[in-house]
């Protein structure tokens, strides 16, 4: 099995291909290894290296951020290592189940005025054709979490999160597609 490394925007966080599927549907964010451990066997293990700090799972990819005073050339081996040892055990990457509740939580946390109905679906469309194909090029994942008053809500996630060129994406990619398709669009946000 060869995997794969490509560098992000984000110098924190290197993005894996390990040549299979990732993720059948949708994306799942780490920031912690309490979370991914019950969640996901793959992620546990990439949070078992010293100086992991975040794992995220794309279609055919697998981000992974790295703390301070972490460098790459001592942790890239051990998650090569980790992830080629859980694609040739056969294990799932996710834990059943956890894909879905995920997916619901997000879905149940969005926000917006249902006149608005017209402009968050046009919003989403944008999001899902334009934007987040670009966005998981470079290891990440943006999502819908609301709008109000002219303000659209993005979450980052993967190498989006911490991104020192996130706040560009935003304000000058994302802001000014969405402004030039949907003129009720002010500004763009980001939201944890």
């Not at 894909?99 to 899902?128: C, G, M, N, Q």
């Amino acid at each position: 099995m060869f995997i794969q490394t490509e560098a992000t925007p984000n110098p924190a966080t290197l993005k894996f291909l390990p040549g299979k599927e990732v993720l059948r549907e949708g994306t799942a964010d780490f920031r912690d290894a309490e979370s991914a451990g019950a969640a996901s066997p793959l992620a546990g293990k990439l949070f078992s290296v010293p100086g992991v700090t975040g794992v995220f799972f794309g279609y055919d990819f697998v981000t992974v951020t790295k703390g301070d005073g972490h460098e790459w050339q001592h942790l890239k081996p051990a998650i090569l290592g980790a992830i080629m040892e859980h694609f040739l055990s056969g294990a799932p990457v996710m834990s059943s189940g956890d894909r879905d509740v995920a997916d619901d939580a997000e879905r149940a946390a969005e926000f917006y005025d249902k006149a608005d109905e017209e402009i968050v679906v046009t919003i989403k469309e944008l999001l899902e054709t334009r934007v987040r194909p670009a966005v998981a090029q470079d290891g990440g994942d943006i999502t819908f979490r609301g709008y109000e008053n002219g303000t659209v809500f993005l979450h980052m996630k993967g190498a989006c999160a911490g991104c020192p060129s996130s706040t560009a994406t935003l304000k000058h990619g994302i802001q000014n597609l969405l402004r030039h398709f949907v003129p009720e669009v002010q500004q763009v946000e980001q939201i944890a």
